[in-house]
C-alpha cells in the first residue's frame, strides 16, 4: 500500500509541474499562477477545517513554523517559476537534489553532525546537474538555475519542519504554509489575473488540483514506509517527468539527459541511505522505520 501511495504522489507532483508548463507555453500567464491558486484554495479549506474542528490559528511557537513555511512556499514559486523557461524534466530533477542539502545543513541549525560522505553526493548531484543543464559560457537556462535555488530552500524547509514539528500541529504547520504562501506568491501573479478565462482556468485548477493530491498521498504514503524507501520512491518522479515531457511536450530525452538522471538518482540513494537498508536486509536484519511522516517540500 505504501509504495502504491508513494507512487501516485510522484505521479500526481510530476502532473502538477506538466500543467503548469502548460500553462506557461498556451496562456499569457506565469507558471507561478498556479502555486497561488493551489495555496489559496489550501488556505481556504484548511481555515474552514480548522474552524469546524475548533483548532486554534495561533501556532505554540510561532518562529519555526513561520521560517519552515516562508522557505517552503519560496520552493514551490521558484520551483514553479522555473517551468517558464526550462522543461519539466530539468526542473524535477533539479529540484529533486534537495536531501543534499538537508545534510549538509543540518550541523547549522539542528546540530546534527554532518557526515564527510554527504560532500560526495553534493559532487555527483553538481556533475548531474551539469550534465542536465549543459551549461556553456554562451548560454546558462535561467531556468536551471532558479530550479537549483528551489532545492536549497527545499532542503532548508525540511530542517525547519523538524524544529516546527517539536511543537506544533501537521494542521497548524500547513494552515500558515498556505497562507504565507498566497501573500508571497500574490503579488508575482497579479498582472496574469486578466489572462484567466474559462479555457485556460481549468488547466491552472488541474494543476492546483494534482500538487494537492500529490502531497495528500505523500503525507498518507510515508505512514507505510520508512524514510530511506519513500525518499527513493519520490525520486520516480525524474523518469515520470522525462517521459510526459518527451511524449506531450517534445522535449529531448536523450543520452546526456539518461546519465544526469542516473548520476542524480545514485546520489539520492546515497543521501536516503538506503544501501544500507538494503545491506541489512540481506544480512536479516530489519530496517530502522522512520520516527514520523514528514511532508515533502513540495508544498
Known amino acids: 500500500m505504501g509504495v502504491f501511495l508513494m507512487l501516485l504522489s510522484s505521479l500526481f507532483f510530476t502532473l502538477s509541474t506538466f500543467f503548469g508548463k502548460l500553462v ?3 496562456t499569457e500567464m506565469d507558471a507561478i499562477i498556479t502555486s497561488f491558486v493551489r495555496y489559496f484554495l489550501g488556505m481556504l479549506g484548511l481555515a474552514v477545517y480548522m474552524r469546524l474542528k475548533g483548532i486554534s490559528f495561533r501556532p505554540v511557537k510561532a518562529g519555526p513554523v513561520i521560517i519552515r513555511s ?3 512556499a519560496s520552493a514551490l514559486i521558484l520551483l514553479t517559476g522555473s517551468l517558464n523557461f526550462t522543461t519539466i524534466t530539468n526542473a524535477n530533477m533539479i529540484h529533486l537534489t534537495y536531501p543534499v542539502f538537508v545534510f549538509l545543513f543540518a550541523r547549522f541549525i539542528t546540530g546534527e553532525k554532518l557526515r564527510p560522505i554527504a560532500f560526495f553526493y553534493l559532487f555527483l548531484i553538481l556533475v548531474g546537474t551539469y550534465v542536465v543543464s549543459e551549461p556553456n559560457l554562451d548560454h546558462i537556462n535561467v531556468g536551471d538555475l532558479i530550479s537549483f535555488a528551489s532545492a536549497i530552500f527545499a532542503g532548508l524547509a525540511i530542517l525547519y519542519l523538524t524544529e516546527a514539528r517539536r511543537t506544533d500541529s501537521t494542521i497548524t504547520i500547513l494552515f500558515y504554509l498556505m497562507f504565507i504562501g498566497t501573500l508571497i506568491s500574490f503579488p508575482l501573479i497579479v498582472k496574469d489575473l486578466k489572462y484567466i478565462a474559462f479555457d485556460s482556468s481549468g488547466i491552472v485548477l488541474l494543476a492546483a488540483g494534482a500538487g494537492f ?3 495528500l498521498f505523500t503525507t498518507e504514503g510515508f505512514k507505510y514506509v520508512d524514510s530511506p524507501t519513500g525518499s527513493i520512491l519520490s525520486s520516480s518522479r525524474m523518469i515520470m517527468a522525462a517521459i510526459l515531457g518527451y511524449l506531450f511536450l517534445s522535449e529531448p530525452l536523450n543520452l546526456r539527459i539518461i546519465l544526469g538522471i542516473t548520476l ?9 541511505g538506503y544501501g544500507g537498508v538494503l545491506r541489512e536486509k540481506f544480512m536479516g536484519k530489519e530496517p530502522e522505520k522512520a520516527a514520523r511522516a514528514e511532508e515533502t517540500p513540495n508544498g
Open 70 to 72: 516562508l522557505l517552503n
Open 264 to 272: 542524480i538518482l545514485a546520489a539520492l540513494v546515497g543521501v536516503s
Open 24 to 26: 506557461a507555453n498556451t
Open 213 to 215: 493530491l500529490g502531497q
